[in-house]
C-alpha cells in the first residue's frame, strides 16, 4: 500500500514543532505499525536527514513504552492494542495517517513522538508498592486466602502498563484510571491493606502536583485503554480516598 | 478552593445530587398546576410564606448553584490548562458528546436560570420584601400563567430543558461514581437515574406547552 503520513517533529523540549507530510509506498499489511515507522526512519537516514524519534521496547503490549496518537486516538484504531500490536492491515492503500505524540501538559515532549511519562513512576514512588520485610521470615503469599473475586479484580487492575494511553484520549488529561489501577491492585489484596489509606493519599496528592487534570467520567480512558482496565477502580479509588481523608 | 482533585469532584457531585433533590420538589409542585389551580396556590403560597422555605431552605438553595457552578468553571478551566498544546485531530469515537460538554449545558442551563430568576424569583422578592404587597394566597396561578403566553419564552424555556436533561444524563450517573458507588446496585441506579434525566425536564416542557395553549 502507499499512504500518506503527517507526522509531528519537534527538535526538543523547547522548540515548537510542526506536523511534516510524508509519504511512504510499498507497505505490507502485515507489517506492525512501528515496523512501517522503521522503513520510514531508513528511508530519512538513506537521505541524510534526521529519523523520527518514537517510543518503543518490547514490541509485544507488555512493556508500555510505545505510545503515539494516531489518526486521533492514542495506539491508533484497533481496540485492546498497543502501537507495538497494531498492523497496517488497520489502514487502506491511499489512507492518510495523522501521528502525534501523546498530548498532556503532565508528559512534555522530548523529541518528535517521545514524551516525558516520568510523571507516573513519581506517582508509583508515592505509594504504588507494599513494604515487606524480607529478612527471611516472610509469609509464604499461597498460605493468605484471597477470594477469588478480589484476585481476579486485583490481578486485572495490575494488568496496566503504564503507558499513559488514558491520558493521552482524556478531554482532561486525567490519570485517574492509571492511579486508580495502581491503587487497586494492592488495595483489593491482604498484603495491600496495612498501607491503603496513606498509599491513596499520597498517590493521588503526587497525581495533582504533576498536573494531571480532574476526572469528569467521560469514559473515554476506559475505551482507550489497551490493556482494558475498568472505570470501576476510579470508583474504587474515589471511595478509598474519601474513607482515608475523613479518618485522617 | 478546594485543593484535592478527588474531593473537588466530590463537592461537584454533591452539590449536583442536592440540585437534583431541589429539581425534583421544584417539578412536584409545579405539576400540580396542571390538573389543581388550587392545589398548585395552595402549595406555591405554603413555599412562598414558610419561614424555614424562605430564610432556611432558599439560601442554602442559592448558595448550591452559585458553589455548583463557581466549582464548574473552577474545573473547566483547570482541566483545559492541563493540555495546554491541543491535538490536531482527536476523535471524539471513545466519549459521549455530552460527557465532554458538561460547561456548556450548564452555561445554557445558567443562562436560562438567570431568566427564571428575572422572571419568577425577583418580581416574587420585589413583591413580598421590598414593596411589602398584602400576601392574596391566589396569586400564584395567574402569575404562573401568564409567563408562558410568550412563545419566545416557552421556546427558551423548552430548549433550556433539553439542555437540563443532556447536563442529567451524564451528571446524575457521573455523580454516584464521584462519590465511588460501584456496587450490584449500579446498573439500577443508572436506569433510574436516566428516566428522571428524561422524564423531569420533559414534564416542565409539557408544563410551560399546557400553559401556553390553554392560558
Ligand atoms: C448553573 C449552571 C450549571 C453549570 C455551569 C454546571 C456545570 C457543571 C459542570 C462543569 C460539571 C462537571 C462536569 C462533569 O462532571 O462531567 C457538572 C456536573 C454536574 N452537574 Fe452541573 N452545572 C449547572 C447546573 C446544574 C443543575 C441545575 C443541576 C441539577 C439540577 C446540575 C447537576 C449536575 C450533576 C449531577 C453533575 C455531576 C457531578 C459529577 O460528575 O461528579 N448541574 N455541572
Ligand atoms: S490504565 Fe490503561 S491506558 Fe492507562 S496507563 Fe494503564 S494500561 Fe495504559
Ligand atoms: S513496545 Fe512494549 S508495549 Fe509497545
Redesign the interface.
Given at each position: 500500500m502507499n499512504l500518506k503520513l503527517?507526522i509531528w517533529r519537534q527538535k526538543n523540549a523547547n522548540s515548537s514543532g510542526e506536523?511534516v507530510d510524508y509519504n511512504i509506498s510499498d507497505v505490507s499489511p502485515d507489517m506492525s505499525f512501528l515496523e512501517m515507522m522503521d522503513v520510514l526512519n531508513n528511508e530519512l537516514i538513506s537521505k541524510d536527514q534526521d529519523p523520527i524519534s518514537f517510543d518503543h521496547d518490547c514490541r509485544e503490549g507488555i512493556c508500555g513504552m510505545c505510545s503515539m496518537?494516531i489518526?486521533?486516538?492514542p495506539h491508533g484504531p484497533d481496540d485492546l492494542v498497543t502501537t507495538c500490536q497494531l498492523h497496517m492491515r488497520k489502514f487502506k492503500d491511499g489512507d492518510t495517517i495523522?501521528i502525534?505524540p501523546f498530548?498532556?501538559?503532565?508528559f512534555p515532549?522530548i523529541k518528535d513522538l517521545v514524551v516525558d511519562r516520568s510523571a507516573f513512576d513519581r506517582i508509583q514512588q508515592a505509594g504504588g508498592f507494599v513494604s515487606i520485610n524480607t529478612s527471611g521470615n516472610t509469609q509464604d503469599a499461597n498460605t493468605i486466602p484471597i477470594a477469588k473475586e478480589n484476585a481476579d479484580k486485583a490481578f486485572d487492575a495490575a494488568t496496566c502498563i503504564g503507558c499513559g494511553a488514558c491520558v493521552a484520549?482524556c478531554?482532561?488529561?486525567?490519570a485517574m484510571l492509571f492511579v486508580s489501577a495502581k491503587v487497586s491492585q494492592f488495595s483489593l489484596l491482604p498484603q495491600g491493606k496495612v498501607e491503603a489509606k496513606d498509599r491513596v493519599l499520597n498517590m493521588?496528592?503526587q497525581?495533582?502536583e504533576e498536573?494531571?487534570?480532574?476526572?469528569?467520567?467521560?469514559?473515554?480512558c476506559e475505551?482507550?485503554c489497551p490493556k482494558g482496565i475498568s472505570?470501576?477502580n476510579?470508583?474504587?479509588?474515589?471511595?478509598?480516598?474519601?474513607k482515608a481523608?475523613i479518618k485522617d | 478552593m478546594i485543593e484535592s482533585s478527588i474531593l473537588r469532584k466530590v463537592a461537584m457531585a454533591l452539590s449536583g445530587l442536592f440540585l437534583i433533590l431541589f429539581l425534583a420538589q421544584h417539578f412536584t409542585i409545579n405539576f400540580t398546576s396542571v390538573f389543581s389551580e388550587d392545589l398548585f396556590n395552595k402549595l406555591s403560597h405554603f413555599m412562598g410564606t414558610n419561614p424555614l422555605v424562605q430564610f432556611i431552605l432558599q439560601p442554602i438553595l442559592i448558595f448550591g448553584v452559585i458553589f455548583h457552578f463557581v466549582m464548574g468553571f473552577i474545573l473547566e478551566i483547570k482541566n483545559r490548562s492541563a493540555r495546554k498544546v491541543k491535538y490536531s485531530y482527536q476523535s471524539g469515537s471513545s466519549s459521549s458528546w455530552i460527557s465532554r460538554n458538561m460547561f456548556f449545558s450548564g452555561v445554557v442551563i445558567l443562562s436560562f436560570l438567570g431568566l427564571h430568576f428575572y422572571d419568577f424569583w425577583v418580581p416574587e422578592i420585589k413583591y413580598k420584601y421590598i414593596e411589602f404587597l398584602p400576601e392574596d394566597p391566589e396569586r400564584y396561578y395567574e402569575e404562573l400563567v401568564h409567563k408562558f403566553h410568550s412563545p419566545g419564552r416557552v421556546a427558551f424555556y423548552s430548549i433550556s430543558f433539553v439542555f437540563l436533561s443532556l447536563h442529567l444524563m451524564h451528571g446524575f450517573v457521573s455523580s454516584f461514581k464521584s462519590v465511588g458507588v460501584n456496587n450490584k446496585y449500579s446498573n439500577t441506579i443508572k436506569t433510574m437515574a436516566i428516566a428522571f434525566s428524561v422524564i423531569v425536564p420533559l414534564g416542565f416542557i409539557f408544563i410551560a406547552i399546557f400553559h401556553h395553549l390553554n392560558g
Open positions: 503527517k506536523m496518537h489518526n486521533g486516538r495523522i502525534e498530548r498532556a501538559d503532565a515532549v484520549t478531554k482532561n488529561a486525567s493521588v496528592k497525581m495533582d498536573g494531571f487534570g480532574n476526572c469528569t467520567n467521560t469514559g473515554a475505551v482507550e472505570l470501576e476510579i470508583a474504587r479509588m474515589n471511595r478509598e480516598y474519601l481523608s | -
